[in-house]
């Protein structure tokens, strides 16, 4: 047995966060939202992109990931910035890494998150 790779990122939002998930992940980042199978009872919200698969679903006592987080590779951090600039939301450098720029923000519902492109 092996573990081949990462499915999919799950992350939670607060019971009413729906229209903000929908605007950061696909609106903002540009990740379009699939639609959810039937079966699934809890109310939430999956957004595709290829093999990219983020998944948020809605939590009673929620509470913000402020230090575990997801890291996204983007292909162009600044125009990233600029995006995240125009809806209105922060965001910081991360330490330098070898080969890697990165910046890290929070989700609509402060969540960590990590954008990191890779450079020569």
Do not use: C
């Amino acid at each position: 047995m092996e573990i081949k790779q990462i499915d999919h990122v799950q992350l939670a939002m607060p019971v009413g966060g729906s229209d903000e998930a929908k605007k950061y992940y696909s609106d903002v980042l540009g990740i379009p939202e699939v639609p959810r199978p039937t079966s699934m009872k809890s109310i939430g919200h999956w957004f595709h992109a290829g093999d990219l698969k983020v998944h948020l679903g809605e939590e009673e006592d929620f509470r913000p990931a402020l230090k575990a987080h997801p890291a996204f590779e983007v292909d162009d951090l600044e125009a990233l910035k600029s995006r995240l600039d125009a809806a209105g939301y922060s965001y910081k450098a991360g330490s330098v890494i070898e080969g890697i720029v990165r910046i890290f923000a929070s989700d609509p519902f402060g969540n960590r998150i990590e954008f990191l492109q890779l450079i020569d």
